[in-house]
């Protein structure tokens, strides 16, 4: 089992940064990729960014790449999501999810586990 609790959301102007936490416990933090998916209302989850157990590799949506970094410190079992030059559109409940397979693709669906979800919200 694994338990995800994200942190560092929150409302800020376009242009700004956030940085979200993702705190994890249960199984061996480094056994499992991570990612981070997020919503806008009314519309389904979708793919922000991926890393690998080690953090040697990193996926990215077109859409945040050059603008977002996700990381993660296994000695701390947390991941991390930097999002800097945030826009109005970035708007959304951001969550964080672990695949214990390894596997690191878009799909919401392989992800195993999620956390509850963190609120940012992004003004013009």
């Known amino acids: 089992q694994v338990q995800l609790v994200e942190s560092g959301g929150g409302l800020v102007q376009a242009g700004g940064s956030l940085r979200l936490s993702c705190a994890a416990s249960g199984r061996t933090f480094s056994s499992y990729t991570m990612a981070w998916f997020r919503q806008h209302p009314g519309k389904e989850r979708e793919f922000v960014s991926s890393i690998s157990r080690k953090g040697g590799i990193t996926n990215y949506a077109d859409s945040v790449k050059g603008r977002f970094t996700i990381s993660r410190d296994n000695a701390k079992n947390t991941g991390y999501l930097q999002m800097n030059s945030l826009k109005p559109e970035d708007t959304a409940i951001y969550y964080c999810?672990?695949?214990?397979?390894?596997?690191?693709?878009?799909?919401?669906?392989?992800?195993?586990?999620w956390g509850q979800g963190t609120q940012v919200t992004v003004s013009s």
């Open positions: 999810a672990a695949n214990v397979r390894g596997d690191m693709d878009y799909y919401p669906s392989s992800y195993n586990y």
